[in-house]
């Protein structure tokens, strides 16, 4: 459970720690695979910290984070990736796209 | 503002370009697409990738040029210099890379027989050699292309003695972006994302701002220059031999979304870098035939987008989009860039479903034209020079114009 640990101030997040996810595909994949309602009980529950979270990772070196760091860097990551969900489009129905999964990411 | 936002000014810019519709059998003809491949494809300087796809000597990147039927290997050599090949073995043709890039500096090794070429595609190892008959190893390096290097991007021509250097090629846009820091801004994300649809319907859709409010009402509807009618307008517009450039500018004081403001607040902007040569906020060139380079201005720093819209067939495309930004400094930053490019990539995939609906529609026949305003005029002159290349109704067409 460790490996899973977000920073201390955070630990009250744990409960949306499946959104810590490394690369871009896997956090576009976990918006797709979720409700809308669950998506805004994340975007709710993490986006009022994300100026505390900042403030906390910009004590570190960006290219040095340790993993409880890495983490919570991941998880601001998939707030901005639900965003346009939750600020924009409200609705599933409001999306008029190709599927978000039929774009290759290279990184 | 510097926009002027009346009607009606880039045709009188440009007269001789005219007004009228375009035809929409380029887009859908499988004709024209053979057409295409031999006198666009094979014949003008193709942007294949990047210095960041060669991090150092000694390695090399792949690029499937399905249009012109073959796969080449860019290698950037011990010594330096960037050469390009056909990817394909003198042994029985195999290809000799099967992956899509890696590292060359003790050769490379086709994985057929294992014959090996050194960096600069001499053949240096032949297997049961003394089996052979005759064989020079000397004449029996990879095929050479023609290659050459301009900012940073590597372009290949197929012709067997192109007609320009590539610096000539580039023309006007080379004199425009001369000094470009694009060497300052490193490779963040690239996407691929195969198209039901032509490759020129796919260029075209991304080649004016008129559709941002009716396409993507909810993501960048509000962002682009708009007039009192909420119509967006282009601060400029520049016709080149081939290539072409659009420049707009942004709302100022638009509605920011929650995230937009927070972003406000974390982001201290990193080295701050300025890209001098933007005439507005976004600059759109096209590089004929099938290269886009994007300028845009960000809050804190600038950066760029490329498109290369891969043709496969008349009705299949690959468009590959990638951003660059200086590297990201703090954590601030970093999540900036992020939702900048979710913003476009969302933006994009949007505009993926337009690709492909254009194409349905217009292969359907029931429109033999397309009608184009004043502020699309880039598509129009982009037509005109690839009926210039192509010659399609020069020939036994001309009646069907």
């Known amino acids: 459970m ?6 201390a101030p955070f630990a009250d997040l744990a409960p949306h720690g499946a959104w810590a996810l490394e690369r871009e595909a896997e956090r576009t994949a976990k918006r797709e695979a979720s409700t809308v309602e669950d998506v805004r009980a994340f975007y709710d529950a993490v986006f009022p910290r994300m100026e505390a979270m900042v403030a906390h990772l910009e004590r570190f070196p960006l ?3 340790r993993e409880p760091e890495r983490r919570l860097l991941w998880l601001a990551l998939s707030v901005v990736e639900v965003s346009n969900l939750t600020e924009r489009y409200r ?14 990411s290279v990184q | 503002m510097r926009t002027d936002l009346r009607p009606k000014k880039w045709a009188a810019k440009y007269p001789e370009l005219g007004t009228g519709p375009i035809p929409a059998e380029p887009c859908i003809s499988p004709d024209y697409f053979e057409l295409e491949r031999e006198r666009v494809f094979r014949r003008t300087w193709i942007n294949v990738c990047r210095i960041d796809d060669l991090p150092k000597p000694g390695t090399y990147f792949v690029r499937d040029l399905v249009v012109c039927k073959t796969s080449l290997l860019i290698i950037r050599g011990t010594d330096d210099v960037i050469r390009a090949f056909h990817n394909v073995c003198s042994h029985r043709g195999n290809l000799v890379s099967p992956y899509e890039s890696g590292a060359c500096n003790t050769g490379l090794f086709c994985p057929f027989h294992n014959w090996r070429y050194n960096d600069r595609g001499e053949l240096i190892g032949v297997p049961d050699e003394e089996s052979f008959f005759d064989l020079d190893k000397k004449k029996h390096g990879l095929t050479p292309v023609t290659c050459d290097v301009w900012q940073g991007f590597v372009f290949v021509n197929l012709a067997p003695k192109p007609e320009q250097s590539l610096r000539a090629y580039l023309g006007g846009v080379g004199d425009q972006l001369e000094g470009c820091p694009f060497n300052d801004m490193p490779l963040f994300q690239t996407y691929k994302v195969e198209e039901k649809t032509n490759w020129k319907i796919a260029l075209d859709a991304q080649n004016e701002i008129y559709h941002l409010p009716f396409q993507h009402p909810l993501l960048i509807g509000h962002t682009f220059l708009l007039n009192e009618q909420k119509h967006t307008r282009l601060l400029d517009v520049r016709l080149y031999e081939r290539h072409t450039l659009w420049s707009c500018e942004f709302v100022e004081g638009y509605k920011l979304a929650p995230m937009e ?9 990193g080295e701050g870098l300025r890209i001098k040569q933007l005439v507005g906020k976004f600059d759109f060139y096209v590089l004929f035939p099938n290269m886009v380079i994007i300028l845009f201005r960000g809050p804190a720093e600038d950066g760029f987008a490329t498109y290369n819209f891969w043709p496969l067939a008349v009705d299949r495309t690959i468009w590959e989009i990638r951003y660059y930004f200086p590297k990201a400094n703090h954590v601030g930053r970093r999540i900036s860039q992020e939702f900048f490019k979710c913003l476009i990539r969302d933006v994009q ?21 397309m009608i184009f305003q004043d502020e699309e005029i880039t ?3 982009f037509h005109k020079v690839l009926e210039d290349h192509v010659g399609y109704y020069r020939g036994a067409h001309a009646a069907a114009r």
């Open chain 1, 2 to 7: 460790a490996a899973q640990a977000l920073p």
């Open chain 1, 63 to 65: 290219d040095a984070l």
């Open chain 1, 91 to 104: 609705r599933r129905e409001a999306i008029r796209a190709v599927s978000p999964l039929t774009y290759r």
């Open chain 2, 261 to 269: 403001t927070l972003l406000g607040k974390i982001d201290r902007g």
């Open chain 2, 349 to 369: 995939q949007e505009d993926s479903i337009a690709h492909e609906a254009l194409y349905t529609g217009l292969a359907s026949r029931a429109k033999t034209h």
């Open chain 2, 379 to 381: 598509i129009r002159y």
